[in-house]
Structure formats: structure tokens, C-alpha cells
């Protein structure tokens, strides 16, 4: 464990010399993640269990070295001879322990054929992609919304306990004591907040992989300023609820697994300002106009985000 501290400290340093990173700090037990690293030879796995080094659930000496933990998933790591497990760490939530793993993969050799596409992404529709699949903004869900007004309302049942528990100190300061009813409250906000976590990021990964299994040839998507975007007051909520920077990173990754070139376009790129049927470009297009008119050119009337997503196909088409 103390030459894994050492191998992380000297790789944060590298991404720090790198720019890529800020500088390393120690680690806290406010505001550091309870992580721990698990020697790769001294782990073990079954079907159902594992077994880590130096943990265990009993208190009886003679009974450590028999003890497994058991795990919630069943049969999700492979486990047996030949299995080669990489980098193997621990780490809690606040509410669950979960243990990650490396596994050695043959890589795939098959390269895809099929025609490319391109994506638009936005708030209405969460992604539009250039053969005329759309796929929703889960957030407008009942289900969503029903688990959304649930958290509201015990956001501030917690607010009032911690008002009536507001104590004054000698020196006139107010102080909010911390009662066994409030940390249970706060333990039911957390389990509400990572089951709508849990439903987005599950969303997330259905798309993506609906999209890769598909095989195109590339996958274009666009660059988007999203801090930028969520300087707007009226819209940074919707825009941090449906993870763009999280969809993008899925996808580059699964398209890296299977040979798909993925393509970001540039960020001036005018996607949405131009007509992907004659390619003329309109300067007063406004962002409540959700159909465009090529009244310049061609006359054609498309979706907006329909022509978004073939106009950054065409950006592919040019690259590639």
C-alpha cells in the first residue's frame, strides 16, 4: 500500500507538470472521498464474495482469515484462473462500499462500416441524431419529476429541524446542533439523491451503447461551452441535469472500444445557423425558432436540431 501512495503521488505530480491538473493536496477527512487501495495478489474473488487483505466482518482472531464480504451484484467480476485484476481500489459514497477493478480484454479487431452520423445535443430533446432518432429529456419524466418534488419536500423538512435546533452562543453567534432525527433525514435526502443519480446515468448508458451498436463508421458530436451555459440563471438547472459532458465522455470511450473514429467539431462550428440542404447561413435564427426556414436559398423547412445533427454529419463527411 505505502508503493501504490507513492505510484499516485508521482503520476498526480506528472499531470500536474503536464498542466493537466491542479496541485496535489494531502488528503482530508472533510472533503476527501474515503478511498483505499487493495494489493492485487492478496485479493480475491467468487461468484458472490470477496476477500480483502487485513478486513474483515468478525471480531474473533481465528476467524479473520475465513471471512468474505459479500457482494450486492452477483457474477459482474469474472473471476478464476487466468483472471489478471488491475488497480483494484475501495471507496464509499456516504452511503454504500464499492470496489472497482481492471480486467485484461482482447481488443476488438473489427472495423466498422456502416454510414456515420452526427448528434445534437440539447435541453428539449436530449440528443438528435443525423438518421432521424430522437431520444427524450428523461428530467420531463413522471417519474423523475414525482422523485424531484419528493427531494424538495425534504430538503425542507430538514431546514425547519434545523431552525428549531438553532442554539445562541455567549457571544451572540448562532449555532445548528445536529439531532439523530436530522442525520436520518439527511441519510433518506442521500439515497433519493443517488437513486436519481443512478436513473440518469443508466439512461445515459442505454443511449450510448443503442448509438455504438449501430457500428457507424464515425460519430460527430459538438463542442459545447457548457459553463458558459450554465451562467444563465433560467437554464443552468435543465443544462446540469442532463450531463452533456457526461454523454460525450461515454460515448469516446465506447467508440475507442469498438474502432469508431469520434469526431468533436469546433466550437464556433455554426451547426444550427446553417442549411444542411444548400448550405447557406442564417444570421437571425433565434433560439425559440425550433423549425428552420431556408428563406434565403433552398426554401426547405427542417427540425432545427434534425438540421443541427446533419449539418454536423456533413462536418464529419468533409475530415474523414
Not at 491542479?22 to 495478489?41: A, E, G, I, L
Not at 433525514?185 to 448508458?205: D, G, M, P, S, V
Amino acid at each position: 500500500m505505502t508503493k501504490q501512495a507513492i505510484k499516485d503521488a508521482c503520476d498526480a505530480y506528472i499531470r500536474f507538470f503536464k498542466g493537466e491538473s491542479n496541485f496535489s493536496r494531502f488528503k482530508s477527512r472533510r472533503r476527501t472521498k474515503p478511498s483505499f487501495y487493495v494489493d492485487t495478489d492478496k485479493i480475491q474473488f467468487t461468484g458472490t464474495h470477496v476477500k480483502l487483505e487485513k478486513l474483515a466482518t468478525s471480531k474473533k482472531k481465528n476467524k479473520q482469515q475465513f471471512n468474505w464480504i459479500r457482494l450486492c451484484e452477483h457474477r459482474r467480476i469474472p473471476y478464476g484462473e487466468g483472471v489478471k485484476y488491475i488497480n483494484p481500489r475501495v471507496s464509499f459514497d456516504g452511503l454504500s462500499w464499492w470496489i472497482s477493478v481492471g480486467i485484461e480484454y482482447p481488443d476488438n479487431i473489427e472495423i466498422p462500416t456502416n454510414k456515420g452520423i452526427g448528434i445534437d445535443l440539447g435541453i428539449e430533446k436530449l440528443a438528435v441524431v443525423s438518421d432521424g432518432t430522437v431520444y427524450k429529456n428523461i428530467n420531463k419524466n413522471k417519474r423523475i419529476k414525482k422523485l424531484e418534488k419528493k427531494k424538495k419536500r425534504l430538503q425542507r423538512k430538514i431546514s425547519r429541524k434545523y431552525e428549531m435546533n438553532k442554539i445562541k452562543t455567549k457571544g451572540g453567534e448562532c449555532r445548528y446542533e445536529k439531532t439523530k432525527n436530522i442525520i436520518k433525514l439527511e441519510n433518506q435526502l442521500k439515497k433519493l439523491n443517488q437513486r436519481l443519480t443512478n436513473i440518469r446515468h443508466n439512461y445515459l448508458h442505454q443511449i450510448t451503447t443503442e448509438i455504438i451498436k449501430r457500428k457507424p463508421s464515425f460519430i460527430v458530436v459538438e463542442d459545447l461551452n457548457v459553463t458558459g451555459m450554465m451562467k444563465n440563471k433560467h437554464l443552468s438547472k435543465a443544462i446540469g441535469q442532463q450531463r452533456f459532458h457526461e454523454f460525450t465522455r461515454q460515448l469516446q470511450y465506447k467508440s475507442e472500444w469498438n474502432n469508431i473514429k469520434f469526431i468533436v467539431a469546433d466550437r464556433f462550428f455554426p451547426s444550427s445557423k446553417t442549411c444542411s440542404q444548400c448550405g447557406s447561413y442564417k444570421k437571425d435564427l433565434k433560439l425559440s425558432d425550433r423549425k428552420y426556414i431556408c428563406s434565403y436559398c433552398c426554401g426547405s423547412i427542417l427540425d432545427r436540431d434534425y438540421n443541427a445533427s446533419l449539418n454536423l454529419k456533413n462536418y464529419g463527411q468533409e475530415l474523414v
